[in-house]
């Protein structure tokens, strides 16, 4: 299987991260986003989508968005929970993810970080709204140790891809000690310390 992806993103690193739990193995096949490359003839005639990430399967089968992937990716192991319950609770925060959270944390740490827009310049509604969201995500973490059911699921990642650049898009975490600790319990998970 072929990764195309961005180290930069977080949104290709949660395909990084699944594949690296799972011991799936791939080629990762750097695309810049800074560059454009998503959008080039070649890479476009791939995903016409013209985003990362994207997999393409060894039979020619391409699948893009984050989320669906590491679903694909993830059928079957812990990553989701056996309940299905607490497997819609993921879902439910995969959803929220893309729509509540990454649209704000991500873009403005894109534009303050990768473009280096003065965080005055950036778009104050979405920095509002991306401190709405870590709110949430802070009071779900004051009574949870995790996102869905009682261990590390494909929520957790989705949402620690950007929460863990959130600081380089101008985000202070001192006031959201829960979502510091969850950052640390994360990434011992993913021995990304
Ligand atoms: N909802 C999509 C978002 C994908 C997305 O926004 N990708 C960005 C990188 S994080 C991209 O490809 N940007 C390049 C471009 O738009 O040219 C997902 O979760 O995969």
Redesign the pocket.
């Known amino acids: 299987m072929k990764i195309y992806g961005?180290h930069i993103?977080?949104?290709?690193l949660k395909v990084k991260y699944v594949c690296d739990l799972l011991s799936i193995p791939y080629d990762w096949v750097e695309t810049s986003?800074l560059k454009?490359e998503?959008?080039s003839p070649e890479i476009s005639a791939l995903n016409p989508a013209?985003?990362?990430?994207f997999i393409v399967l060894e039979d020619g089968r391409v699948l893009?968005?984050?989320?669906a992937?590491m679903r694909f990716l993830s059928i079957g192991s812990g990553l989701i929970p056996s309940d299905p319950f607490e497997a819609a609770q993921m879902d439910q925060w995969l959803f929220w993810e893309?729509y509540s959270f990454?649209a704000n944390i991500?873009v403005i740490r894109?534009h303050h970080a990768l473009l280096e827009t003065p965080l005055e310049e950036c778009d104050q509604t979405k920095i509002e709204k991306g401190y709405s969201a870590l709110d949430l995500m802070e009071k779900h973490l004051s009574a949870h140790r995790w996102f869905a059911g009682a261990k590390l699921t494909l929520a957790d990642i989705a949402l620690y891809a950007y929460a863990q650049f959130a600081e380089e898009g101008g985000f202070k975490l001192l006031a959201y000690p829960n979502i510091r600790c969850w950052l640390d319990r994360v990434a011992r998970d993913l021995c990304q310390d």
Do not use: H, T, W, Y
């Not at 993103?9 to 290709?12: H, L, M, R, T, V």
């Not at 893009?64 to 989320?67: A, F, G, K, L, R």
């Open positions: 961005d993103s977080g949104n290709c986003v454009g998503a959008r013209k985003q990362l990430p893009s968005q984050s989320n992937i893309q990454e991500a894109f």
